[in-house]
């Protein structure tokens, strides 16, 4: 992957969202002034950066490299449940994320004292 590509990949995700870029900084927890010259500037990010962008996004390094030829096929209430977890704040998905194992954590608790 070229350097361009890696700055239009991060546009392509945030297009692909609906997020401006502010919020993708905010995601990310890198300053906004950083990610716009980036962007602007075509400087590629730096491993450390562009790891924080993808915790922003949700997605893993590799998943950013990977190749999309076979993407991942969700049924509705997936896509629902993504589309709401992506309006959420950084410590909202924390919070959602920690309710979600408990409930696992819950179920398989059960499942043992049964």
Known sequence: MRDTDVIQHITTLCKRRNWTYYKLAKESGIPYSTLNNMIHRANIPTIPTLQKICNGFG???ADFFSDESSPIQL??????????????SLEEKRLAT???FGLLHRRADESCSQ
Do not use: G, P, R
């Open 98 to 100: 920690a309710y979600i």
């Open 75 to 88: 049924n509705e209430q997936q896509k629902e449940l993504l589309s709401l977890y992506d309006d959420l």
């Open 59 to 61: 997605i893993s390094l």
